[in-house]
């Protein structure tokens, strides 16, 4: 079974610039979700799909945060226009069911923005 | 929303030497307890759950944690670290029904030959 798969691992964007990181989770999991860790701090939650529904985006940052989930397959994060706080690893993981003790993570996006 | 802290951030020990890392959480609730491993240039990885029933859990690569209620802790243990061991480590928490994990700040391992 292949795992939850994030692109790119790496992103070195400009300040003012526009990113848009992809996540495909483990076929069949209806669930997603989207983390991020900025440096030094604790992985935070973003938000949570359900098929291609948001069930909870109360850990969005700002309006500069797009998230999608078109067909409830892949994932889309979009972040525009990119600040230099936005650097860090945004994570993606999926689950089977609405429970945090089945969750499969991905390897992660490193976004820089300089 | 969860607290959970993770009181040592950096953590140097000798190869076959045993290590612990330490985890407190906030909740007074029933809770679901978790270590997730990153090794370098890759995603995490679970290591161990706790979810119910014995309080002593044991995870993959012969780490084990222990779930004390009254303490609010649930510290990771290995009793021989091998190099490979070099990682950071997470704890992490959730309330029982919630889809949500509220992670430490991390603990970096280093082994040492």
């Known amino acids: 079974e292949a795992g939850v798969t994030q692109f790119p691992s790496h992103s070195v964007i400009e300040k003012g610039q526009t990113v848009t990181l992809r996540c495909d989770p483990i076929?069949?999991?209806?669930?997603l979700y989207w983390y991020r860790r900025v440096m030094g701090k604790e992985i935070k939650f973003l938000l949570h799909?359900?098929?291609?529904?948001?069930?909870?985006e109360s850990g969005m940052p700002n309006n500069r945060f797009l998230a999608e989930r078109t067909g409830g397959t892949y994932s889309t994060l979009k972040v525009q226009p990119a600040e230099l706080e936005d650097s860090g690893v945004y994570f993606c993981?999926?689950?089977?069911?609405?429970?945090?003790?089945?969750?499969?993570f991905g390897s992660g996006t490193r976004l820089t923005v300089v | 929303a969860q607290s959970v802290t993770q009181l040592d951030s950096q953590v140097p020990v000798f190869e076959e030497a045993p290590v612990e890392l330490r985890c407190n959480y906030s909740s007074s609730v029933s809770v679901y307890l978790f270590w997730y491993v990153q090794y370098p240039n890759q995603g995490l990885q679970l290591l161990l759950k706790y979810l119910s029933g014995s309080t002593l859990v044991k995870g993959i690569n012969g780490f084990e944690a222990e779930f004390n209620k009254s303490q609010t802790s649930f510290h990771l243990r290995k009793p021989s670290v091998h190099i490979s061991d070099t990682a950071e480590y997470f704890c992490a928490v959730s309330d029982h029904d919630d889809y949500k994990l509220s992670f430490g700040a991390g603990t970096t391992v280093t082994v040492r030959a």
């Open positions: 076929s069949g999991h209806d669930n």
């Open positions: 799909f359900v098929k291609e529904s948001k069930q909870d």
């Open positions: 993981a999926s689950s089977q069911d609405s429970q945090s003790y089945g969750y499969t």
